[in-house]
């Protein structure tokens, strides 16, 4: 089984499950061959213990060669080489070790992955894991109920904790396996603080039926299509813009690591220009982003890029790219109409983008860079946008240094989820350096919102099929996993969920 299949199998289970390790998303680990510049590393105490468990399970990593980094954000990061020739060395693992709890963050054991196995069977999948974590986490084990990750695979084994006879969602364990072995632990945000059940209050008075299918209704957020794959008309649809956990005692909406809900701005008032140019080869794309977005090429020259497999283009789509393999600046056509553009001053590391909308030593400020690219966009706006919105959570094309805008336009007010351009600002010299038209042109009128049916019935639809399961989860606060863990209800946020509002039916 390749490495490949295992990140698939990773984006397959948090499209099951209701939320996705922070270590899927952001920590992905980088370890160099140098440690800390040259500087020992020692593990605290408790990270040493672990690594001694490790060693217990996988004997062979004791004697492979071993660099250490951090702590990182209050992670060690260690890599284990094996010796394939004299003085050529192989990545065998990589573990993340909690430098406080000692606890595992994440194991990854890149010789099994590589492996060619056939797919274990249930009870070697369960077997294979189970004994990999029960000599990790001892008797603490036993609080642990193992469950299939991807359904019809059993590729790997997700283990969720329980408390009080309910899941502790933010808490979980999955475990990769094939014929053989354990191939690779994943974690949730929960599970490396291996807190004591104390700390988990038995669940009393809780929110009723009625009053969390109130809370649901509120978080319905009514948009309209622009074009519906079945008709190819306008529609006016409810999604659900939650964070995928509630209080259940207060209602209020709590975050967890893997949160992500829609925060739109106030309206925009713009005035459209409804420019569009057309190009039909390098050289007509290289003369409109000079010409017509001042974006200084210097000396740069286009070339139609070959290496974009079709599959991976729309259709009629044209990419012209900088020659040579820096890629510095892209321009995207559909048609001949040019959709867009990237510029770059260099290939930037994708871990250094993922910076939250701080872009690094940033000039201006998020307003001041804002209004730029409202100032920009206004001439390329379609005729019939009035007013926009910014979803003030989504981050497109990122680079290290720059502010991204994803702005949507309104009809009588709502947000029209494929009529979407993006902008993104440098936040050092104030230039554009992404511009992404995606309008869809409507092909018949938007239906009347008043038409749409209430929120409420729009969430006792919702809910039939996705009850709210009560359980516990560390919050997230100051993207801080707190210690303590709070009484929920989880709110399905992963399984698709778009209804047509004015006929109360699922889209498909």
């Avoid at 291996?194 to 209050?201: G, I, K, N, T, V």
């Avoid at 001053?345 to 860079?369: C, D, F, I, W």
Wanted: glycine share 6%; hydrophobic share 35%.
């Amino acid at each position: 089984m390749k490495h490949t299949k295992k990140l698939a199998g990773t984006f397959l289970m948090a499209s099951l499950l209701a939320t996705t390790p922070l270590w899927l998303q952001h920590q992905t680990m980088t370890v160099q061959a140098a440690t800390n510049q040259g500087q020992e590393v020692k593990l605290s105490p408790a990270a040493e213990k672990t690594l001694q468990t490790l060693y217990a399970i996988q004997p062979e990593l004791k004697s492979m060669d071993k660099k250490m980094n951090g702590p990182k954000n209050g992670v060690y990061e260690l890599r284990f080489d094996k010796g394939i020739a004299p003085g050529k060395m192989e990545l065998y693992a990589m573990v993340g070790l909690n430098a406080t709890t000692g606890a595992l963050h994440s194991y990854e054991n890149e010789q099994e992955m590589q492996k060619q196995n056939n797919q274990p069977s249930e009870a070697i999948a369960k077997q294979k894991s189970a004994a990999f974590l029960q000599k990790l986490l001892g008797d603490d084990f036993k609080k642990y109920k193992a469950t299939q990750t991807t359904k019809g695979e059993w590729d790997a084994v997700t283990y969720t904790r329980h408390e009080h006879g309910v899941p502790v969602f933010t808490d979980r364990y999955v475990v990769g396996v094939n014929s053989s072995s354990v191939m690779y632990v994943n974690t949730f945000e929960g599970a490396p603080l291996r807190a004591a059940s104390s700390l988990f209050a038995k669940p009393g008075k809780v929110m009723s039926k009625d009053e969390v299918t109130g809370k649901v209704a509120s978080l319905m957020e009514l948009t309209y299509s622009a074009h519906k794959k079945e008709t190819g008309k306008p529609a006016l649809k409810y999604s659900l813009e939650s964070t995928g956990y509630v209080n259940a005692v207060t209602g209020a909406e709590i975050e967890s690591a893997s949160s992500h809900k829609s925060r739109y701005s106030d309206a925009i008032a713009v005035k459209p220009g409804g420019k569009k140019f057309t190009v039909s080869n390098a050289d007509e794309a290289a003369k409109v982003l000079t010409e017509e977005f001042q974006i200084k090429m210097d000396g740069i020259a286009l070339e139609t890029d070959t290496h974009t497999p079709a599959d991976m283009k729309g259709e009629g789509e044209t990419i012209y790219k900088s020659k040579g393999r820096d890629g510095r600046v892209t321009v995207y056509t559909n048609n001949n109409e040019v959709t867009g553009f990237q510029v770059r001053g260099k290939v930037e590391m994708a871990s250094a983008t993922q910076h939250g909308n701080k872009p690094a030593n940033a000039q201006l400020s998020y307003e001041q860079a804002k209004e730029k690219a409202v100032q920009f966009l206004q001439p390329y706006l379609d005729s019939s946008v009035n007013e926009l919105k910014i979803d003030q959570t989504k981050i497109m094309m990122p680079s290290a240094t720059a502010y991204s805008f994803s702005f949507y336009a309104l009809h009588d007010g709502v947000v029209v989820t494929d009529q979407h351009y993006l902008v993104n600002v440098d936040g050092q010299s104030g230039e554009i350096v992404n511009f992404m038209d995606y309008f869809t042109k409507p092909t018949a009128p938007f239906p009347d919102k008043k038409t749409a049916i209430s929120k409420e019935a729009a969430a006792k639809q919702f809910l039939k099929d996705r009850p709210a399961v009560l359980g516990y989860m560390f919050p997230v606060q100051d993207n801080k996993v707190q210690a303590k863990p709070t009484l929920v209800y989880s709110i399905d946020t992963v399984s698709s969920f778009l209804l047509d509002a004015v006929t109360g039916k699922s889209f498909k």
